[in-house]
T-cell receptor, first 113, second 117 residues
Framework: DVKVTQSSRYLVKRTGEKVFLECVQDMDHENMFWYRQDPGLGLRLIYFSYDVKMKEKGDIPEGYSVSREKKERFSLILESASTNQTSMYLC????????????FGEGSRLTVL | AQKITQTQPGMFVQEKEAVTLDCTYDTSDPSYGLFWYKQPSSGEMIFLIYQGSYDQQNATEGRYSLNFQKARKSANLVISASQLGDSAMYFCAMRELSNQAGTALIFGKGTTLSVSS
């Protein structure tokens, strides 16, 4: 069963803390993504990666960074968490299939106090 | 400008009825793909159906069909014979294949579907 696994379903952090969100996929996919989901705004792309050590900014990269040291793992980093980063974070991956649909993890709900 | 527009924040339907969820898109890329995802209250994103811009026929997957009108830039999802388990948030999404970020999907804001008995 193919899978995208996010390390934490729920996190509560304080303003200014450094936050790591980890994502691992077991499908040998080249492309991995981090989205943020907020009510009424849909999913917005933060960063994506098309290869190890490669990264590209999405639509809302400010306040975030990413790391991809291994093909299967893509990490989202909040260097100094702020309350406006309270959100649901979704990791996804995709290979080179015909449709190229994204496979999503279960999401990480982050609350910043 | 929004690339994916879902104008219905919420839709209500009775069991066994058909329902259409609207989606319009905006792109100048001649090569693109359109997707629909379902997100139940549990939060997982479930891929439903895909339509390529060059596909001649409308895509179908079981009770789901995509009403693709290329000239109107619309890609409406039709669910036939609604079931209680269809109650969820539905997202329309697009991939522009000539885009540098060509593997990423651009999502709409979603439509919440509620199915009653």
């Amino acid at each position: 069963d193919v899978k995208v696994t996010q390390s934490s379903r729920y996190l509560v952090k304080r303003t200014g803390e450094k936050v790591f969100l980890e994502c691992v996929q077991d499908m040998d996919h080249e492309n991995m993504f981090w989205y943020r989901q907020d009510p009424g705004l849909g999913l917005r792309l933060i960063y994506f990666s098309y290869d190890v050590k490669m990264k590209e900014k999405g639509d809302i990269p400010e306040g975030y960074s990413v790391s991809r040291e291994k093909k299967e793992r893509f990490s989202l980093i909040l260097e100094s968490a702020s309350t406006n980063q309270t959100s649901m974070y979704l990791c996804a991956s995709t290979g080179t299939g015909i449709t190229g649909e994204l496979f999503f993890g279960e999401g990480s709900r982050l609350t910043v106090l | 400008a929004q690339k994916i527009t879902q104008t219905q924040p919420g839709m209500f339907v009775q069991e066994k009825e058909a329902v259409t969820l609207d989606c319009t898109y905006d792109t100048s890329d001649p090569s693109y793909g359109l997707f629909w995802y379902k997100q139940p209250s549990s939060g997982e994103m479930i891929f439903l159906i895909y339509q390529g811009s060059y596909d001649q026929q409308n895509a179908t997957e079981g009770r789901y069909s995509l009403n693709f009108q290329k000239a109107r830039k619309s890609a409406n999802l039709v669910i036939s014979a609604s079931q209680l388990g269809d109650s969820a948030m539905y997202f329309c999404a697009m991939r522009e294949l000539s885009n540098q970020a060509g593997t990423a999907l651009i999502f709409g804001k979603g439509t919440t579907l509620s199915v009653s008995s």
